[in-house]
């Protein structure tokens, strides 16, 4: 039977089967098997899926074919700590995943904590299988390392029995194998061939680890052996027997070396041999024998000393990788022991969590649940001091209601305002605090009196929250500075949600309680006060008609009957898509029922809205349509709300006629103003002074400014009334862009912009108004050019649109049958927050950004960009990132479309 754990896994398979393939995936080879019915060998690849039920078996108990897999892993990483890290890492990532997905997807509290619980246990084992098979996994490969090192022994051992130096090679690689520390064996390396060679000076040369362009001779055996010991030679002088031996990678001799072009290490009149330590091609160090003798002597010693020096090598890389594994182990433990702390302190939380969440459930005595959960997490961040205090007098107080720490007198319960002190900041704001030192924090108020007022230490204050409501504050404190850190902040906000659940409990117990003496009186208005409800339903001024998951209309108001023109019987025999249907006609979609009650909440889980007019005789009537939601969110059908708006129309036609008047009698004066100003800046009445004429420039752009704003004004007045006339043409965009082009460019000039155009060969022509497609372009482009900062890019792009490339909101209103040109205008300027992307083209509404007050303007130019798009059978949409730049895309018909 599956637990809970398990149940709560195979229903979130689809968000967690990925995350978790990445933790247990990885390089493995695909399985072989033998297919029984014709003996050949099948290969499959492990899925995504196999993967999740190995996850879902060990949830529910069954850790065998789980552990398999990561034995199986662990054997298949290499030895390195990336190897575990990126493990890890991918472990604690699907685990973040898992806690995420929790707290999205589940909203008891006691539910998620015993999830959460029966999680961690699972996700310790996977922590401790996947290290212990690691661990086994670099035990085995060390165990390795030994035997082969052993076996080259015994083999060196076994192949040459002629002579006394095989028998001391052998000694020496055995002493060489017993040893994994680096100074040790180089030393070993030195001192042995200096006996058993005879020769009168042996040095091992390695390269410097912080100068890789000199060897430094690291250990010296013989005559003067404390003098040449450290002595450098640079990789740079090749005439040297030791470089020319570590780079050339080969035995170098010389009888009677030039002393002129060695180091100091050379010892006049001896004879030198130079043998490159090699690993795997690789040369790690040189060794140099020194011997007045002939050369021949020294050639004698050479298997001698290669072997050695093989050998030397071979435990070098064993020392080396020693160390390493030493290392990781070292690593590994740490990592271990960190998370097992993080673990532990993460199990305390939870178990305070617990004991707080049975306090609040146990029982509803406000005092007791505030003053046991107090107490369980002052223990548990060991605070010095803490409070409770809860909202009173209409939410404007705070009043301490539990103490910790202190005496429970009345010297150490206070009140004073929401907004003040720390804890009414918290209460303001809804937000906790974490303080190092209240005594540098200038919200802190220092109150005479009460031993709860310190003035130095370390404070943490969190709000206790209820569905948005702020029921009081909880806070803890510590006489020393810097005593809590960001993990004590997380436990106090996850033990301040069970305890704002207790006190709403204790409250609403407690009004429930005092409501239970009034529940008669209450009983036995109901009735009256549904009556009152009818009878108001009945009154109102706008029409209401309810309906059923089906349309069937349930109730309708005297209203409803009067705006559309029917007895109440009528509309309660209709079903509300007839009536939408009767009353819309083919505009009914507009109004879609069917899709509403599908789907009654949008994206962002609000309530659907849709709204539209219709004529009724010669009456105009709204209709608004929404979804009937109970609390819960259970659909229970639509609502229709239908209002007479005849007046409200003829209100607005005056206020279009009143502002089209008004912008009309204004342009004449303004007119009049300009046309005297530049006749004064011209000079026809007389010389100007530097002053006089700056104040005349100054009137003149104003007096542009506004004729442009009343042109503005205009222009939506005629769009709103639609009395715009078009004159539609075939136009050529290129035509249209050099003249919005030649307008602009003073501007692209002054603010240093770089402005592209692409229009490809062979473009389309555009059906459209000349005047009014200009006017388009340019506002555009002006917004671009004020909108960027000095010295940015600004680009316009112009191509044949194809249906399937649009977004997918503008699909369905274009018909792929149809020829579209497409224009982008894109800018490199301040870019739009998304949140405001949807009302920049509403009128007067520019948004925040850097450049908002040196761009000016009023807000009318977008505005009046996209009535004037849609009245060219046109769309516009836009694109944008705050702080990299805007696109504002523009799709206008071909003279084809149109016809």
């Known amino acids: ?446 109150i005479p009196g009460g031993s709860l007022r310190k003035r130095h230490g370390s404070m943490i204050a969190v709000p206790l929250l209820m569905q948005g409501e702020v029921l009081g504050v909880i806070s803890i404190s510590h006489r020393t500075s810097g005593f809590f850190h960001e993990g004590h902040l997380r436990l106090v906000h996850a033990c301040a949600g069970p305890i704002a659940i207790g006190v709403n409990n204790a409250n609403l117990f407690q009004m429930i309680t005092s409501e239970a003496e009034r529940r008669y009186e209450l009983l036995d208005r109901q009735q009256t006060e549904a009556s009152q409800i009818e009878a108001i339903l009945q009154n109102l001024a706008d029409g209401v008609i309810v309906c059923d998951l089906y349309g069937s209309v349930l109730m309708a108001n005297e209203a409803a009957g009067t705006t559309l023109g029917r007895t109440i019987e009528d509309l309660l025999l209709w079903n509300l898509h007839d009536i939408i249907n009767r009353y819309l006609g083919s505009r009914s979609p507009e109004m879609p029922l069917t899709e509403l009650l599908a789907r009654p909440l949008d994206a962002l889980d609000q309530r659907r809205i849709f709204t539209s007019t219709a004529k009724v005789g010669m009456r105009m009537i709204s209709m608004t349509m929404g979804p009937v939601l109970k609390e819960d969110g259970q659909l229970l059908g639509a609502l229709l709300v239908v209002r007479d708006i005849t007046r409200e129309i003829e209100a607005d036609r005056l206020k279009t006629e009143f502002i089209g008047t008004m912008s009309h009698e204004l342009r004449t004066p303004m007119t009049a103003i300009k046309g005297f100003t530049q006749l004064l800046a011209m000079g026809g009445l007389g010389p100007l002074n530097d002053t006089q004429r700056e104040f005349v420039n100054t009137i003149h752009s104003n007096t542009e400014r506004m004729i442009a704003l009343i042109n503005d004004v205009l222009d939506i007045t005629k769009i709103e009334s639609g009395s715009v006339d078009l004159e539609w043409r075939s136009l050529h965009l290129v035509e249209v862009l050099s003249g919005v082009i030649s307008e602009v460019q003073p501007a692209v000039s002054a603010r240093e912009h770089e402005l592209t155009i692409s229009i490809p060969p062979g473009m389309p022509l555009v059906r459209a108004d000349a005047h009014r497609l200009h006017q388009i372009l340019f506002n555009l482009l002006s917004n671009a050019i004020k909108y960027t900062p000095k010295g940015g890019k600004i680009s316009v792009e112009a191509y044949e649109a194809r249906a399937d490339e649009l977004p997918d909101y503008l699909r369905s209103g274009v018909t792929a049958e149809k020829r579209y040109v497409q224009v982008n205008i894109r800018d490199t300027g301040v870019g739009i927050d998304r949140e405001e992307i949807g009302r920049i083209f509403d009128r007067f509404y520019r948004t925040e950004n850097p450049l908002k007050i040196e761009a000016g303007g009023t807000g009318l130019g977008l505005s009046l960009v996209k009535p004037l798009v849609e009245l060219l059978n046109g769309k516009i949409w836009v694109e944008s990132t705050v702080g990299q730049g805007s696109t504002f895309s523009l799709l206008l018909p071909t003279p084809s479309s149109e016809r």
């Open 1 to 446: 039977m599956r637990n809970e754990l398990t149940t709560w896994l195979s229903a979130h398979r689809l968000d967690l089967a990925t995350p978790w393939a990445d933790v247990i995936g990885g390089s493995l080879p695909p399985q072989h098997e033998e297919d029984t019915d014709t003996g050949t060998l099948l290969t499959t690849v492990v899925s995504v899926d196999h993967l999740y039920d190995l996850l879902l078996q060990a949830a529910d108990g069954d850790c065998q074919a789980l552990t398999t897999r990561l034995h199986t892993i662990s054997h298949s990483d290499d030895i390195l700590d990336q190897a575990l890290n990126d493990r890890l890492s991918r472990a604690f990532e699907f685990h973040r995943s898992f806690r995420t997905l929790l707290r999205r997807k589940l909203d008891d509290p006691a539910q998620m904590l015993a999830l959460i619980e029966e999680f961690e246990a699972l996700f310790e084992y996977l922590l401790t299988t996947l290290t212990d098979g690691w661990a086994a996994h670099n035990a085995e490969a060390l165990r390795e390392r030994e035997f082969i090192a052993e076996s080259l022994d015994l083999a060196s051992s076994a192949a040459d029995q002629r002579a006394l130096q095989l028998k001391a090679l052998n000694d020496i690689s055995q002493r060489l194998s017993a040893s994994l520390d680096r100074d040790q064996l180089l030393e070993l390396v030195a001192t042995n061939l200096h006996r058993l060679t005879d020769v009168v000076h042996v040095a091992v040369w390695m390269p410097d680890p912080d100068d890789p362009d000199q060897l430094v001779a690291e250990y010296v055996a013989g005559e003067h052996a404390e003098a040449s010991r450290g002595l450098r030679v640079s990789i740079q002088n090749t005439h040297d027997l030791v470089v020319r031996a570590f780079s050339a990678r080969r035995i170098q001799f010389e009888k009677t070396p030039d002393a002129a072009q060695h180091g100091d290490w050379y010892r006049e009149g001896c004879g030198v041999m130079a043998l490159p330590m090699m690993l795997h091609d690789h040369v790690v160090g040189v060794v140099t024998l020194q011997d007045p003798l002939s050369v021949e002597h020294l050639r004698f010693q050479q298997d001698l000393t290669q072997g050695v020096i093989s050998q030397a090598a071979i435990a070098l890389q064993n020392a080396q990788l020693y160390a390493k594994v030493r290392s990781l182990n070292v690593e590994l433990e740490q990592r271990v022991e960190e998370r097992t702390r993080q673990l532990q302190e993460e199990k305390d939380r939870l178990a305070t969590i617990n004991q707080i969440s049975i306090e609040v459930s146990s029982t509803l005595d406000l005092d007791s649940i505030l003053n046991t959960s107090l107490t369980l997490v002052a223990n548990m961040c060991q605070a010095e001091h803490a409070s409770i205090m809860l909202t009173e007098s209409d939410d404007s107080l705070l009043v301490t209601r539990a103490v910790y720490g202190v005496p429970a007198s009345p010297g150490n319960y206070i009140r004073f305002p929401i907004g003040s002190g720390v804890a009414g900041w918290v209460a303001q704001q809804r937000k906790g605090i974490l303080i190092d030192d209240i005594s540098t924090d200038e919200r802190w108020l220092s």
